[in-house]
């Protein structure tokens, strides 16, 4: 996937910490290192004065009895402490009258001269003077192993420095992520939920940044607004479907909920391998009723009709009306004890009482009922519809028989 | 050079020979008299500074005609033998004099405030403030710490450091 080589905000939040920390601790040891390199070569060079002093005042009684080696033990009694490398006292002529040199020189030859050329160009000279009179002059080598100590040990500390930095920054962006970005990733996860599992009913949790929380309040409001709608929706839609599968008249299934049931049916019937029956109904008479009496009897000889299917069927029977006088009835398997047929003529039965039309008349009807099972009958669902509808107008041309016959 | 001049039958004759040395070391005395009177104060500054010489020297003839570092004149006077009151001498140089006679003229000025340089008493017994002794080409001191306290001068601690017989 790309986004997996898209950057993340932790990998860009590290990254910018590390180079501003990178440049805070690079400008700061810079800064430091150098100021801190210069006031320490200042004082290097003061304390060369001084010492140059100090071995002037102190070896200016041995130069003024001409006593060389009081000169060396003054200078050594003066320079041992360290930071000087080399001095030389030299009388008013150039010549030397003592030179010393630090015992303990711990670095290279080179490596000093090199420091000492770069730290002081030339070497502290101090006149020795007896009264108004020059007796000589004392000059004086700097070591420079103490600066170099220092710069050894300002980098040392600096690296350690950037160290601990590149380790704070990766703790930062660990608790900036935490911290910012584990707020932004609820969101992220209520989003992806609301819109994969349509579970509008989430919200994001308060995260305690204002930021963040006005983000994520905003997003809940919205979210709110977005359940409210689909609930609506949801509902409309609900009542749409049932009303285009209603009959309005009957309360019944119409002929679409039916072909859908009844190809329901069918499949739960192959795959359970249970048998069902549909049950293709007609009323008796309805065209002279409703020449006889109106359109608003037959409705009511309609809705009567189907008051009594209703009143009659099982739990799991269900009947549809699928237009005129006709309705049709989908009978769930029947248990031991139990027939199709007897259904049938339960349902027959409980058609023979008279039913009272709005004009106060009372109506006799009946129903013409064939009957097609599966998988005796047939196996699709037109099948059984055409067996079924075939076997109800076999009933109906008997019953009006059986009728003429008893009249 | 000749042997020192016959106008002096008093001196033994060892001192004859030291007498044949004295043209060689005397600039080297010179200077560190000199010096010694640089680095000593005196309670009230003199000048110019009188320099006497008590007793027949060896090394002495330079020091007529010192001049200091700052500048100071330094009279030279030679003390008649025998003249132990120094009362008007600065600093006394003690020549070629038998112990008792040192020791003598020494404890005459002690708390005096005169400065005393003893030629020849390299062993310092004399408790005389310096002692001077010659070496083969220079010539070094001893400084009596004990006579140098006494002396009511004070001598720049520096000096001290240049005392032969100190540490």
Known sequence: MSSERLPTIRDMLARVHLRLMLFAVLLAAASLTLSGGLVIRNYAQRNLDLVARTVAYTVEPAVVFDDRQAIVDGIASVADGGGVQQVEVFDPAGRVLARWNNPRAGLPAWVLQAGNRLLWPRPAAVPLMRGATRIGEV??????????????????????????????????????????????????????????????????????????????????????????????????????????????????????????????????????????????????????????????????????????????????????????????????????????????????????????????????????IGLATYPDDGLSPQELLRRADSAMYRDKRARSQNKDGGL | MPPVAAGEPLLPSYALAGAAEGERYAPAVARVVQSLIDYTRWPAPRNPLRLCLAGPAFHASRLDGLKLADGRQVDWRVLPPGAVSAGACDAVYIGQLPLPAQRQLTAALRGRGVMTIAEADPTCRSQAMFCLSFAAQAVSFRLNVDAVARSGLRVDPRVLRLSAGQP
């Open chain 1, 139 to 368: 000059r004086i080598t700097g070591n420079p192993e103490g600066l170099l100590r220092f710069a050894l040990a300002g980098t040392i500390i600096a690296l350690s420095t950037l160290a601990l930095t590149v380790i704070a920054t990766r703790i930062l962006a660990r608790r900036l992520q935490s911290d910012v970005i584990g707020p932004l990733e609820h969101v992220a996860e209520v989003a992806h939920a609301v819109r994969t599992e349509r579970s509008f009913d989430r919200r994001v949790p308060v995260a305690g940044i204002a930021e963040i929380d006005r983000f994520g309040q905003d997003f809940n409001a919205l979210l709110a607004e977005l359940q409210g709608w689909h609930a609506s929706m949801a509902r409309e839609h609900a009542e749409l479907s049932e009303r285009v599968l209603l009959d309005p008249l009957t309360g019944l299934g119409n002929r679409a909920a039916f072909e859908a049931a009844l190809a329901d049916a069918v499949t739960h019937a192959v795959t359970t391998s249970q048998s069902f029956a549909v049950l293709y109904c007609d009323v008796d008479q309805f065209k002279a009723i409703n020449d006889a009496h109106g359109h608003a009897a037959g409705d009511v000889a309609l809705a009567t009709v189907a008051e009594r299917l209703r009143a009659v069927l099982r739990q799991a029977d269900r009947a549809f009306r699928l237009g005129g006088d006709e309705f049709v009835v989908l009978l769930a398997p029947v248990g031991p004890g139990e027939t199709v047929s007897r259904i049938a003529a339960r349902l027959s039965q409980a058609m023979t009482p008279p039913i009272t039309m709005p004009s106060g008349q009372a109506v006799c009807t009946g129903l013409s």
